[in-house]
């Protein structure tokens, strides 16, 4: 596993031409879709909101722009990739700088038990912690776990208001706090452009619905990355990089053309081992490296339905367990 981040650094050159040609199959459908819905609006709400959830996907796909040029590695430009990064932060209303410090700060401790475990991430409880919980302790997480919550409730809390609100206060964080509320400003005077150019309409059934199922995609695939059943969790005394990388990401094995559609993220044990190799080579280094396929969590994605059940780590089975395996297991030694 050691010789692994040299195997994946031959890939993380930028290429300018590939750079050019994803934008270019991003934003482009998005347009023609978001146009064609708009067009729809009046004579079929439903036809409207179907494209709404096909075009979510090319919104996710416009993120996975914006989250590389948050690594600086979807161009050799820095400011190449800061300029495309705020433009697909106000289409995808995630704030560019506030949330790629984040986002650095989950790549710097997945998988780590720490004070901080849930900057960046989704939150997380060991077997004991939850034990320790008084009954309004364990309800309120039982509830943050559950699937309404995490896949509904969740990207329109994470979508529409988590990301508005300068909720991370650590040391450091003063620039970014800065630039997002830059950012909200930003969001305000588009979407007001927009609304008095085009018709509040068009944001409420054509701009809305769009969010709204790239919440929920985005969810999703960034859940199935680090909640598979053998995940990789360690306290910050004995966590290991390369370990939590690997063991702690998947590689989500999906059709082509939905690796695709969410830019190669799937293949997130290599994003994990590497942040600077583009969402544009990762297919290409999982495929020329055949280690990959031995070593890899690969999950299809009706395994990954079953990682809706992986609610607590369990540090004497090392591996996820659901709060029903729980209490079946433990509930003699609750309390």
């Not at 939150?123 to 309004?136: I, M, S």
């Not at 995609?217 to 680090?226: D, K, L, M, S, T």
């Not at 598979?228 to 390369?242: F, L, P, Q, S, V």
């Not at 990401?249 to 590497?274: A, E, K, Q, V």
């Amino acid at each position: 596993m050691r010789h692994l981040p040299a195997i994946v650094s031959a890939y993380q050159l930028p290429d300018t031409r590939q750079a050019i040609s994803q934008i270019l199959t991003s934003f482009l459908p998005f347009v023609a879709l978001w146009t064609a819905m708009y067009l729809l609006v009046d004579f079929s709400l439903g036809l409207t909101l179907l494209l709404a959830a096909v075009n979510g996907f090319f919104l996710v796909r416009i993120f996975i722009i914006q989250h590389d040029c948050g690594h600086q590695s979807f161009t050799a430009n820095r400011l190449a990739n800061d300029a495309i990064g705020m433009v697909c932060s106000v289409f995808s209303l995630i704030p560019y700088r506030y949330w790629a410090k984040s986002h650095h700060f989950h790549h710097g401790h997945n998988g780590m038990l720490w004070e901080h475990r849930g900057i960046g991430d989704i939150d997380l409880l060991t077997v004991e912690e939850y034990r320790q919980r008084n009954f309004w302790g364990r309800l309120r997480y039982r509830l943050y776990r559950s699937a309404p919550v995490l896949f509904v409730l969740g990207p329109l809390w994470y979508v529409f208001i988590q990301n508005r609100l300068p909720l991370i206060r650590l040391k450091g964080w003063e620039s970014a706090r800065r630039a997002l509320m830059r950012h909200n400003l930003l969001l305000v005077a588009v979407y007001v452009a927009v609304g008095l150019l085009l018709g509040y309409k068009a944001l409420l059934w054509v701009q809305l619905p769009t969010l709204v199922a790239f919440g929920i995609i985005a969810v999703w695939f960034f859940y199935v990355q680090h909640q598979h059943e053998t995940t990789y969790k360690a306290w910050k005394d004995r966590w290991d990089y390369i370990r939590a990388a690997i063991e702690g990401s998947t590689y989500y094995d999906l059709p082509r053309l939905f690796h695709w559609l969410t830019g190669n993220i799937g293949y997130h044990h290599i994003h994990h081992l590497n942040s600077l190799v583009p969402n544009y080579q990762l297919a290409r280094c999982h495929r020329e490296n055949p280690v990959f396929d031995r070593i890899a969590n690969r999950i299809t994605f009706w395994q990954s339905l079953k990682t809706v059940f992986n609610h607590l780590w369990d540090e004497q089975q090392q591996r996820m367990i659901s709060f029903r395996e729980y209490y079946r297991r433990y509930q003699s030694k609750k309390g």
